[in-house]
């Protein structure tokens, strides 16, 4: 049995439940909405534009740059620390740094690449 087996008898048994509870025909759910039998089927085809691309590169986006910022501070705190002479916490702050800014920009790398990139090939499993 594949995955798209699978996949459209899922679909189909959440369609039958939908139709047990709302039903289907002119009584539909919402008051003065007609439903039909089409209004249930589901477009395999259909592409969502670009807000499919836009929404997740803001939130991957996001989480790279907050890093990003966290890595800015913990510099700006690095440099603090080694005015005060305290090298043990200077070299401590630098390398939490160091580790964040990694973190940001690969957060940042690798959401532009799955959503530009790995998410536009045909699936392999």
Do not use: C
């Not at 439940?17 to 039909?36: E, I």
């Not at 807000?51 to 996001?62: A, E, L, Q, S």
């Amino acid at each position: 049995m594949s995955d798209k087996d699978t996949g459209e008898r899922t679909f189909e048994t959440v369609r039958a439940r939908y139709r047990a509870r709302f039903g289907s025909g002119p009584a539909g759910f919402l008051p003065g909405r007609q439903v039909s039998d089409g209004d249930y089927d589901w477009d395999e085809n259909a592409q969502g534009g670009e807000m499919n691309k836009m929404v997740p590169m803001g939130i991957g986006g996001g989480a790279g740059l907050t890093l990003l910022a966290l890595a800015l501070l913990s510099f700006t705190n690095a440099a603090k620390w080694s005015d005060l002479a305290r090298g043990g916490a200077a070299t401590g702050y630098t390398l939490v740094g160091f580790f964040l800014t990694v973190a940001g920009l690969g957060a940042i790398l690798a959401t532009w690449n799955h959503v530009f990139r790995a998410a536009d090939q045909p699936s392999h499993h």
